[in-house]
């Protein structure tokens, strides 16, 4: 799994204090990406953070997510959330505009942000900004900018509503597709989404290789979705459960791993994702009626 920034990491790496609310607030602060560029500064990291975080930014750039990377120029709006990893490389040199961070719990009166389409991934997530919607997205986020730097005893409450506010007018520049499609279209397309998932696991080619997702939850967590939702999308595409075919496509590779390398099966179990040698044994036998000592003799003879 990409590793998490934490946000009091986020706020090490620019060398300032975390700001925090009262308890139960949440956190939220707003910066100027002009005052984010500093001297000696390492890359980003690809990781997963554990806060929310939209940007407003004016210059080339290249955003980098599990299976897709995306090319930006001109003015963007980028919404990410703490479950989808992703890298930002800057490709201009000088880059202007705002970034915004907040927790979950700031903004949790309104509702789960991480279920707002803003939020949902690169597909809705980058909305790319024409010259005359540049300035009303500026003008906004200098409002935030000066209310948060105010002495308005209620100012949060404000930043509130207009977060919420700015969520709105960005998902209205971009129609989320795919939200009024039939049943069966949506089954087929979480179906396959999960086989391209399941499938880029494979093949292990190293003992140091371990599988990253292994539970139903695991999938549909990485598919934004309930994992009742997959199961049931599954089992009408596929006449499968979600941990059938998991398992289904592990017994593939534990066979090839059995007759293909000299493995131990502590090293074949560890890297199937099993805490344990013998764990790993059970779940083989179950599915083949043998031992996998006695499937890897048995291809020898």
């Known amino acids: 799994m990409a590793p ?9 790496q620019l060398h300032r204090e ?48 599990a299976d897709r990377t995306v090319d930006t120029h001109g003015t963007v709006l980028v919404f990410t959330n703490p479950m989808i990893p992703f890298f930002w490389e800057r490709i201009s040199k000088r880059q202007t505009g705002f970034v915004c961070v907040f927790t979950e719990a700031f903004f949790a ?9 803003a939020f949902q991934g690169p597909a809705t997530g980058i909305v790319q900004l024409a010259d005359d919607q ?28 207009q977060l919420l506010e700015l969520v709105h007018e960005a998902q209205k520049l971009q129609p989320i597709s795919g939200q009024l499609v039939s049943a069966a279209n ?35 967590q990485q598919l934004h979705v309930h994992v009742n939702h997959l199961n049931k999308a599954l089992k009408t595409i596929t006449g499968h459960t ?37 764990h790993f044994s059970a779940f083989f036998k179950s599915k083949s009626g043998q031992s996998p000592n006695h499937f890897r003799q048995t291809q020898k003879d």
């Open 4 to 12: 998490v920034t934490s946000l009091q990491t986020f706020y090490q």
């Open 18 to 65: 975390t700001e925090q609310l009262s308890p139960g607030a949440g956190h939220f602060n707003l910066f100027r990406v002009e005052d984010l560029e500093l001297p000696n500064s390492k890359p980003v990291s690809y990781s997963r953070r554990d806060f929310f975080k939209i940007s407003l930014v004016t210059g080339d750039s290249k955003i980098h997510y």
């Open 134 to 161: 540049t300035g009303h997205f500026q003008e906004f986020f200098e409002r935030m900018y000066a209310e948060l730097h105010g002495d308005y005893i209620f100012k949060y409450d404000l930043l509130r509503n």
């Open 186 to 220: 949506a089954a087929e397309r979480i179906a396959g989404l999960f086989a391209e998932l399941l499938e880029r696991q494979f093949p292990i080619e190293m003992t140091s290789q371990v599988l990253r997702l292994r539970s139903a939850k695991d999938y549909a």
């Open 242 to 278: 979600t941990m059938q075919l998991i398992a289904e496509r592990m017994m593939q590779e534990a066979r090839i791993l059995l007759k293909s390398t000299d493995w131990t099966i502590g090293e074949i179990s560890r890297s199937l994702g099993f805490e344990e040698p013998n």
């Open 109 to 117: 009166r309104y509702g789960q942000i991480k279920d707002f389409p």
